[in-house]
């Protein structure tokens, strides 16, 4: 890990030439994204007859007065008009069970509270890696503000969960936490299965420092996930009807669907340009932040877009609640990183020795 305190970013002390490619690369990544949207808006109506959350909610009550899970969720994605013939689109049991067990509004402050705790350690992560700690736990809030919407019911969307869990988890890493970073990383997993890159990500960390005790964690939560998974799609795979809607994941959305799933914030009131000039802001952050976890927070990142790229179709717009408060950490140090970029191009050439 490199040393705590350490604000400077890759692009400090660079040449002009290579802070000019600096430069260049975020300005037409900037235009790659804002040619993107073509006149298209990124926020598409639901194709469904209801919200998920109003599904869930429904399921819920069906599975409160008695009915069996897998019965009650088939039931309900096929009078919402879901696509429902995919096991991936029938979802694992708990989250929704957990919120059945707990009641309202107890899982939602639990939600809150885990929200909580995931800006206090972004806060501190960023601290100890030589950023803005507090402008850090201001704009992960803001990324996480779904959890403290009481009113909207966004603890219904297992993706929320898993996006906060996942903030705990990288953030434990800079406390060299990595038991608590596995645990959190492994129940977001069992919360969605989308936080598999995330965790992919930081077994391949542990492989790549050879942490042979955390190599050996993350295989075993996996290997438990994977259990769930297999009793889960064993359970569904009967239930699964002729006429049931098909679902076609490649759809090679590109920038287009990767700017779609930054409106899981904030920016679903803004523009679609500002989410388009946000985006490479945040890479542009995550690609100068060396210190701390600052490596692992950027190969998560990369691997999401790089898949959101590829699969994934408009209205999942709910993915976005896995990735955004990740990008989070890029906006705190864009700024660091434009200093240094504009420190670079300000400074003078060394002069040159000549020998002899």
């Known amino acids: 890990m490199p040393p705590a305190g350490d604000a400077a970013t890759r692009f400090a002390h660079r040449s002009r030439a ?35 959350a109003g599904m869930y909610r429904r399921m819920i009550q069906r599975v409160h007065a008695g009915e069996g899970y897998y019965s009650a969720l088939g039931a309900e994605l096929r009078q919402g008009h879901y696509a429902s013939r995919s096991v991936f689109n029938w979802r694992t049991p708990l989250h929704l069970m957990f919120i059945e067990a707990a009641g309202e509004p107890a899982s939602h402050w639990v939600l809150a509270a885990l929200a909580v705790v995931a800006c206090i350690l972004a806060c ?18 803001l990324a996480l503000s779904n959890c403290f919407l009481f009113g909207l019911d966004f603890h219904l969307y297992s993706d929320v969960w898993a996006g906060v869990l996942m903030v705990i988890s990288v953030s434990s890493y800079e406390f060299d936490g990595w038991p608590a970073g596995v645990a959190t990383g492994i129940l977001a997993l069992f919360f969605r299965e989308l936080a598999m890159p995330f965790v992919l990500v930081n077994h391949g960390f542990a492989l790549w420092r050879r942490r042979s005790a955390e190599v050996v964690a993350w295989v075993a939560g996996l290997a438990l996930w994977a259990a769930y998974f297999l009793v889960h799609a064993s359970l569904v795979r009967p239930l699964i009807l002729p006429g049931d809607i098909p679902v076609a994941w490649m759809r090679l959305g590109g920038l287009h669907f990767v700017l779609t799933t930054t409106l899981m914030s904030l920016l679903i009131g803004f523009p679609d340009w500002v989410a388009a000039l946000f985006l490479p802001a945040m890479l542009f952050g995550l690609a100068g932040w060396k210190t701390g976890i600052g490596n692992r927070v950027a190969a998560a990142v990369a691997v999401y877009l790089a898949i959101y790229c590829v699969v994934g179709t408009n209205v999942n717009l709910n993915w976005g609640a896995l990735t955004n408060p990740l990008l989070a950490f890029g906006l705190v140090w864009f700024l660091p990183a434009a200093i240094d970029v504009v420190r670079s191009l300000l400074a003078q050439p060394k002069p040159r020795i000549d020998a002899g």
């Open 124 to 141: 501190l992560a960023t601290n100890r890696a030589g950023g803005l700690g507090l402008f850090q736990a201001i704009v992960t809030g």
């Open 18 to 52: 290579q802070t000019a490619v600096a430069i260049a690369c975020l300005l037409a990544f900037a235009v790659a994204c804002l040619f993107s949207l073509r006149g298209v808006q990124l926020s598409t109506p639901n194709p469904t007859l209801q919200t998920d």
